[in-house]
């Protein structure tokens, strides 16, 4: 017998392995999304061996079925940039508020988990401010060195300061132990100076 933890992990898993975009790990291909969010798993229990249940489920369905909704189906724009992201955020809450009834959960553990999602108050909940600094932590070791090879050094150096800006002491320190490019670690303390 599985738990309700375990069912809605595996939903979730699920949902993420239907994602047509693939990343290729040591030669093999995966669905993208479904690596993400046990990128995100895997850097939350690094970074807080005991996070709660909610903090767990909220980690795992950060980017649930993301490819649904496309970035160029908006225009390319912070306004567009800032729709596309909102509609993205409700569709997270709906499905992992969803998945979460289907396993069992009360509405209380299912709102919470939706509140966690929509990262509306990361910087006065704590486990809010830990989700943030894992979507960080999993941009800086995974995903900055693409990113940075195809932005301008001026346009960088913004993301990191924004990036920055929205994580803990706590996030901080883990982000100067990840490893980076020479050129992305030039980067991130020019952007820190």
Same mark, same amino acid.
């Given at each position: 017998?599985?738990?309700?933890?375990?069912?809605?992990?595996?939903?979730?898993?699920?949902?993420?392995?239907?994602?047509?975009?693939?990343?290729?790990?040591?030669? !093999?291909? #995966?669905?993208? /999304?479904?690596?993400?969010?046990?990128?995100?798993?895997?850097?939350?229990?690094? *970074? $807080?061996? =005991? &996070?709660?249940?909610?903090?767990?489920?909220?980690?795992?369905?950060?980017?649930?079925?993301?490819?649904?909704?496309?970035?160029?189906?908006?225009?390319?724009?912070?306004?567009?940039?800032?729709?596309?992201?909102?509609?993205?955020?409700?569709?997270?809450?709906?499905?992992?508020?969803?998945?979460?009834?289907? !396993?069992? #959960?009360?509405? /209380?553990?299912?709102?919470?988990?939706?509140?966690?999602?929509?990262?509306?108050? *990361? $910087?006065? =909940? &704590?486990?809010?401010?830990?989700?943030?600094?894992?979507?960080?932590?999993?941009?800086?070791?995974?995903?900055?060195?693409?990113?940075?090879?195809?932005?301008?050094?001026?346009?960088?150096?913004?993301?990191?300061?924004?990036?920055?800006?929205?994580?803990?002491?706590?996030?901080?320190?883990?982000?100067?132990?990840?490893? #980076?490019?020479?050129?992305?670690?030039?980067?991130?303390?020019?952007?820190?100076?």
């Amino acid at each position: 017998m599985s738990t309700k933890f375990e069912q809605a992990i595996a939903l979730i898993d699920e949902k993420n392995s239907k994602d047509q975009n693939q990343e290729i790990i040591d030669g !093999v291909s #995966y669905p993208k /999304e479904l690596v993400y969010s046990r990128r995100m798993t895997d850097c939350l229990l690094n *970074f $807080k061996s =005991d &996070a709660s249940e909610a903090l767990q489920i909220a980690a795992r369905a950060q980017h649930i079925c993301r490819w649904e909704i496309p970035r160029k189906d908006y225009p390319m724009d912070k306004p567009g940039y800032m729709s596309w992201r909102n509609e993205l955020k409700k569709m997270h809450v709906g499905l992992a508020g969803d998945i979460l009834k289907q !396993v069992g #959960y009360d509405e /209380e553990f299912i709102a919470r988990v939706q509140f966690l999602i929509s990262k509306k108050s *990361f $910087k006065k =909940d &704590a486990d809010s401010q830990t989700l943030e600094d894992v979507v960080c932590l999993v941009f800086l070791q995974y995903y900055f060195e693409d990113f940075a090879s195809k932005h301008s050094d001026e346009k960088l150096i913004d993301i990191v300061k924004k990036t920055w800006n929205k994580m803990s002491e706590t996030g901080h320190k883990k982000a100067l132990e990840l490893s #980076y490019s020479d050129k992305s670690l030039n980067l991130i303390k020019q952007a820190l100076a």
